[in-house]
């Protein structure tokens, strides 16, 4: 009976935000820190038409409550977009908006998964992601797995899941271009997670939050399209990324019209609609993403190889995504991690820490490329040579 | 084990929206039908302002991930309105952005109660919270309240209140204004409620969406500022109502700076923030609510009296919100109630169902008298009439 003053266990389970602990040592240093610890952009909004006096006459009411599955033609462009970009074959009624991936995420994990389930989370992951599933009172299966593959491409795939198999796994969280470790499964390396999803029954919750944001000759391909797995499959997107508008919270989700349906409800729920403005808002720059997105994704591939040139340590070029990820054990000379930490945030550099992302990636830093502008990335960077280098 | 194809079990338990069982009725009659059912507002934004080239100009970041607990400014602005306008004396640590009161209660119900555990939730209440606590796996007990009061206003709160009272109970749903009745609590109902709850170390969930938005002499008090109370309750407004902003799906939530952590978390969980540039655009209408509330009150009240006036059944004329509710038992004329729901669709008006407010209203509609032009107002309430007082 957790009266006043408790509050439920399920809060109790749930960490703390990434940067929720370094909150009042980053107040001190304030302008002074570099923010590498967000995935963000340091570039402004591209698109002026939005925020034209024309905008509000041609909306005029974009104040209002839009039908909870979202504004009919901002559905519309996102089914082209699926069906020409995706390669998927959907239709209006597969799809609804959500407030950004989070939303679409969070309503998906209480939507499929009963109390004490379990769920099976290929790391490292995003930290948001294993609170959603505490919330819901199920359980996250830790599987180490997007660093393997960069290792060991050619992995057996279904024989290292099925170790974690239970009679209480549901689901399985998919994440590619993967975030923190840039990492984007080739076709045969998905085809495997389909099949291992397939034949064990699990919903594949896909988390394609990094679309478009993908370097090189490397390929996307989203799991829901590959063969018999559209039924069994909750694709994720958000405007936040690729489309640098994380500040109107906007994402949706893609799958079979049962699912849909029930998922709405439990969105619904828990915010009940996405903003309609942020929706009209979207509509154009979803027209124009030919033009926009491979210029974004050029500039964003110079920051990444620039930033890795700088970085005196050796670390994995990422295949998409805007981070680097990598192990500090061999320069902590003498020094905890989190000594270390502190020494950049002394520094003047924010970084996310490994542990966020799993259990086993406790000795990982994780910094965003994009977030801040070149000149102040490359100033970060140099920070971090110097305290990674330093001999004890 | 509920994997694919198979949801969540808690997904069963939500009652689909109240507006989801008409949606293909309603589709057929497009723009034949008025939409009286959901509570929103006729008039177009009153603000220029926010949507004006030089918003751009001042508001570079408008795209990009804000603190989650909101932008500073707009917090500011929110502490100053509390404290001048309602009561409070409260600072920025107490508050938090939300996307909407809808957002703010579910993170509350999630964060406060454990699964099975119970909550009182005062009746005729707002269709989706008693969904919000299935959502946690609670248990919804409703209490036979509201329309009690106009009829009993010295009811004996505590007695009545505490039949209902286990020794799972772990908190209270109190909103007033309410919707759907439109009763404001008098100081001395409202002292009662407070001192129940804290009695019986309940948290309080005070529901404040229709702030602002109260009629004639009545007087808007909220729970929390009353001696004591501040700790116990979680105070849940929004931008929805009085300020006419739906589609920004922007709301705030007011407590002890602890819980204010502590529901933060969740909400980030649930959709990370709300949207950076809907706080943005509500610092300005902020500003300017002392010039702009009271005419869009004085406006309402006008329409509520016209409504009532023209309604030729008697019904009870709401101290707040913007809502009719009432008895159409005595209109049935051999019919049931969904034929008469049906005969309206027909007729061409859509309206709420009592049953969604609780048990007991199983007999009653709900009519929003402000969410279409007052002349298709007029021509639904004419309907109206035609088809309650049609004789069998």
Known sequence: ??????FAQRIHRLQPSVFEKYRTRMKEKRSFLIHLHIGDTYLPPDYQLPIDPEFLKSKPYFNRYCNTFGVDSFRRMLESKLNEDNGFKVEVENIFATSGATNALSASVLSLLNPGEEILVLTPCWPFFPGMVELADAR???VSFYLRLYQEPELNISGHLEKYLTSSTSALYLNTPNNPSGKVLNLSQLRQVAEFARKHQLWIISDEAYDGLIFDKHQQHCVATLPGMFEQTL??????????????RLGYLVGPESAIRVINKTMVHQLYSPSTLSQYMMIEPLKKRHSWIPRLRDHYQELRDSSIRQLEIPVQ???GTYFLFFSIRDYLNGRTYWQVIDE??????????GEDFGKD???YIRICFTGERPERVKLAIERINKVLLKKS
Chains 1, 2 share one sequence.
Not at 344 to 353: D, M
């Open 235 to 248: 694709s994720i997107f958000t405007f936040s990324k690729s489309f640098m508008f994380a500040g109107l």
């Open 1 to 6: 009976m957790p009266r006043f003053p408790e």
């Open 317 to 319: 070029s990422p295949e």
């Open 344 to 353: 950049l945030i002394e520094a003047g550099v924010a970084v996310a820490a």
């Open 361 to 363: 990636f406790g000795d």
């Open 140 to 142: 996250v299966v830790q």
